[in-house]
């Protein structure tokens, strides 16, 4: 009997033990999977600089982009034009959709009655679901030859194509995140500020938002990262010539997309190669400094929110 | 049209306007003995009765108290004086209520009726800004934006609310590192700044410590020179110690309404009594 107990409580330990060091396996290794993934990342895109001997300013501002398909390298590596190609269309992205973003965050918390509010949540929430080639792919049947058809370009394939198509891919993100940061605003805070005469708009304008300001920036980082890393969708409408961005309606190339595009071209050990592992390491370390922003924001709202 | 009326007819009809004006500022000048008059108020949540029949003159320069248990309808009341259950779902009110002799939902913009009717609340609720732009949010809103015009506002508004000394050179910080009862004095400041005539107040002391309890107590007594106090309060010592009149309610009825000194010593009736000795509430 007490042999049976004392079994039972030594097994009972076993497997509080064995579990804890399986869980804390689980976490360590899934922490360290982007950490592997960025000492690759490093590993294999410093070989531009180290083994090709291409300077950091060549790769970031030169314009020519010529690298040499072998091992001997020799070509040249400037990646302005995609580097330049990413931000403009994330840049187009956000300031297409935001006002969009900020508009249906207030409707939704602030306007519409909570049945409709349970009804335009989910909706929004769908968004995120759609799978890029879906949005790529409707881009490329309905809005390419709808742009060609309004505005005087040749091709309808374009940087403002990618723009519109990722400013609807972000709108989910920006949107959840500003909605649920206006939500969380005290509604203390709002009585206080009608009590003092405020109207419904003056509230969201003076009250409402900037105590929102913290959770629709990190909205702002999440779409823009979201956006930066998008290839499919923006491959099959940005034209994809290598070219600077030059104007909203003609083609051009992101890092996203010329990755994708010439990746299985290159031969492995080469300088075209070691070139895009390059690009790939830039979109890490801009993700990065995307992740480190949003934890800036974060700590310097509750540094002031806090007592 | 008014003024051509007047050109053709002559100086006898402007006359005749004029102390027409006169008749109806001096009768504007008898109402306004009373700061409310409400006349067979009654408020409803949906199906549910609030507030039933409540007939009571609030009077100028006083403190007038509500007290009376949880969910009697007080708070409802006091929100209903400047119109905030304007924002809650489903309330509909009935009966009259005026404010300096005008219909507060017929004639008067509840905007400015809010401008004129200040509010207090049970949670201090400053807002993430300094010290500063809390006090002048209420003139902001108002179109005041003059620099020096707002300093001033500012200053007078916190030297009222008897908080410059401990904040003057705190201006610029955040409000939300007050101590809570600062944050309650801050507050009140901001409805000062707002010029109104008449201060509501919800339960302003019951998250707030003994110290400062009676500094606001101390506060209201001293506002009520120039302002008209409404305050609801779970407090009867609260009640006694600062108000002229008390009003009970009892299940959204208005039991007892009197001077606050005959009503703590001879209440005329049985349930008020009850409640304000303790046996139930």
Request: aromatic share 8%; with cysteine; glycine share 8%.
């Amino acid at each position: 009997m007490i042999n049976a107990l004392a079994l039972a409580v030594r097994r009972a330990h076993r497997n509080e033990k064995t579990a804890r060091i399986l869980i804390t396996l689980c976490g360590i290794g899934t922490a360290l999977v982007p950490f592997l993934i960025g000492a690759f990342l490093l590993l294999k895109g410093t070989d531009t600089f180290f083994v090709f001997h291409h300077s950091l300013g060549e790769f970031l501002f030169s314009g020519v982009w010529n690298p040499s398909d072998t091992a001997e390298g020799g070509g040249h590596v400037g990646a302005a034009m995609f580097l330049s190609g990413s931000l403009v269309t994330c840049a187009l992205a956000l300031v297409l959709s935001l006002p969009l973003c900020i508009s249906t965050a207030i409707f939704m918390t602030e306007i519409a009655t909570p049945r409709t509010r349970r009804l335009i949540q989910p909706a929004v929430e769908l968004f995120t679901g759609i799978p890029s080639v879906v949005y790529g792919w409707i881009g490329l049947t309905v809005l390419v030859p709808f742009l060609r058809l309004i505005f005087p370009m040749p091709f309808g394939f374009s940087v403002l194509a990618a723009g519109c198509v990722l400013a609807v891919m972000i709108f989910p993100t920006i949107t959840t995140m500003a909605a649920d940061a206006m939500a969380a605003v005290p509604k203390t805070w709002r009585e206080a500020s009608y009590g003092l005469g405020a109207t419904r708009w003056e509230t969201i304008a003076h009250i409402v938002l900037p105590a929102a300001k913290g959770g629709i920036f990190t909205g702002i980082i999440l779409g823009l990262a979201r956006a930066l890393g998008e290839a499919l969708a923006v491959a099959m409408v940005i034209g994809q010539m290598k070219v600077f961005p030059t104007s909203l309606f003609l083609p051009a190339s992101t890092l996203t997309t010329a990755i994708a595009s010439d990746m299985g071209g290159a031969m492995e050990g080469g300088e075209y190669s070691a070139a895009l592992w390059t690009m790939a390491l830039t979109l890490f370390l801009l993700s990065f400094l995307f992740i480190f922003l949003i934890h800036r924001l974060n700590r310097a709202s509750d540094l002031k929110g806090g007592k | 049209m008014t003024e051509m009326t007047t050109t053709l007819i002559g100086s006898g009809a402007a006359k005749a306007t004029e102390q027409e004006a006169v008749r109806v500022s001096q009768e504007a000048a008898g109402d306004a003995e009373y700061t409310f008059s409400v006349e067979g108020l009654d408020l409803f949540y949906d199906q549910t009765q609030a507030l039933k029949n409540i007939n009571m003159n609030i009077e100028k320069n006083h403190i007038t108290a509500l007290i009376g248990p949880s969910g009697c309808g007080k708070s409802t009341f006091l929100k209903t004086l400047n119109r905030m259950n304007d924002w809650v779902e489903g309330c509909r009110v009935t009966g009259k209520i005026q404010f300096e002799g005008k219909d507060i939902f017929k004639e008067v913009d509840p905007l400015a009726l809010r401008y004129r009717v200040g509010m207090v609340f049970q949670q201090p609720t400053p807002f993430p800004k300094s010290i500063f732009e809390n006090v002048a949010y209420g003139p902001r809103i108002q179109g005041i934006s003059n620099k020096k015009e707002l300093a001033e506002i500012v200053e007078q508004s916190l030297r009222q609310a008897v908080i410059w000394d401990e904040l003057k050179d705190r201006l610029n910080e955040s409000a939300l590192g007050l101590s809570g009862g600062q944050q309650q004095r801050l507050c009140i400041a901001r409805t000062l700044a707002a010029r109104p005539s008449v201060i509501l107040m919800d339960e302003p002391t019951s998250a707030l410590d003994p110290i400062s309890t009676q500094k606001i107590e101390d506060l209201a007594l001293e506002l009520k020179k120039d302002y008209t106090i409404v305050i609801v309060t779970h407090s009867m010592q609260q009640a006694r110690r600062i108000s002229d009149k008390t009003a009970f309610f009892l299940l959204g009825e208005l039991i007892e309404f009197n001077d606050t000194v005959d009503m703590f010593t001879q209440p005329s009736n049985a349930q008020t009594e009850a409640y304000i000795t303790g046996r139930f509430g």
